[in-house]
């Protein structure tokens, strides 16, 4: 009787979730396009939210401790800036990161973030992000 009880519930489960996403494909949409502004305002918000500063931006450091340089916004790890020794035998399932979060040490050797800046994109043909710098 348990048994028939826990497979009625599961069964039940299955068939409303399938009832709820049969549903949800249903609805049609329509399209908007956005705007020019609209797309930009867009790519802020993405990424103000999704943190994109906090590795590919490079920091000043200042009496406030580290600040984002924005005159370098997303233009990812300093080039010229030299990689500090690690002592690689330390580094078992750790990742260290630079000072300024722009370059990442760890088992698979050594990450920098890449340059995620408007004028990095126009060179990606009809890929554009909506967000310039």
């Not at 999704?50 to 200042?62: A, E, L, S, W």
Request: with cysteine; glycine share 8%.
């Amino acid at each position: 009787m348990q048994n028939r009880r826990i497979a009625f519930v599961y069964l039940s489960l299955i068939v409303i979730s399938f009832l709820i996403l049969l549903n949800g494909c249903q609805g049609q949409q329509e399209e908007t396009k956005m705007t020019d502004q609209q797309m930009i305002e867009r790519g802020k918000f993405l990424v103000t939210v999704g943190g994109c500063d906090d590795c590919h931006t490079p920091k000043n450091f200042g009496e406030n401790g580290p600040e984002l340089d924005m005159t370098r916004r997303l233009s990812g790890h300093p080039s010229g800036t030299p990689v500090p020794p690690v002592d690689t035998s330390l580094i078992h399932q750790w990742a260290y990161m630079s000072h300024d979060l722009t370059m990442a040490v760890g088992p698979w050797g050594v990450t920098f973030s890449a340059n995620q800046s408007w004028s990095m994109a126009c060179t990606w043909p009809r890929r554009r992000t909506a967000f310039s710098t």
